[in-house]
């Protein structure tokens, strides 16, 4: 069983900085992709960012620039740092991994609030 927890999330003022961590235990093998999801009130969940156990990674247009999702393989997390935040950031931020082997099986966190607002 795969387990997520997500940390980091806090109010912020526009054009600031803020780091989200996703502890992950559990194995999930050697095939995955690991993201990061938002959903505002109202609104439906969206992608942010993914990055593949290959390394690569893929960003949605409205934080290309100003989002990084990186993973440290110490700790065991993936991070999404976001930089120059904006009021439409604002969302609770949810971490997903998907493992391939043996089969497809996706996993969720339970979310951390991001609120931007001066």
């Known amino acids: 069983q795969v387990h997520l927890v997500e940390s980091g999330g806090d109010l912020v003022q526009p054009g600031g900085s803020l780091r989200l961590s996703c502890a992950v235990s559990g194995s999930i093998g050697s095939m995955y992709v690991m993201g990061w999801h938002r959903q505002a009130p109202g609104q439906q969940r969206e992608l942010v960012a993914t990055?593949?156990?290959?390394?690569?990674?893929n960003y949605a247009t409205s934080v290309k620039g100003r989002f990084t999702i990186f993973r440290d393989n110490v700790k065991n997390t993936v991070n999404l740092q976001m930089n120059s935040l904006q009021p439409e950031d604002t969302a609770v931020y949810y971490c997903n991994v998907v493992k391939y082997l043996p089969a497809r099986l996706a996993y969720w966190g339970q979310g951390t609030q991001v609120t931007v607002s001066s």
């Open positions: 990055i593949t156990s290959s390394g690569n990674t």
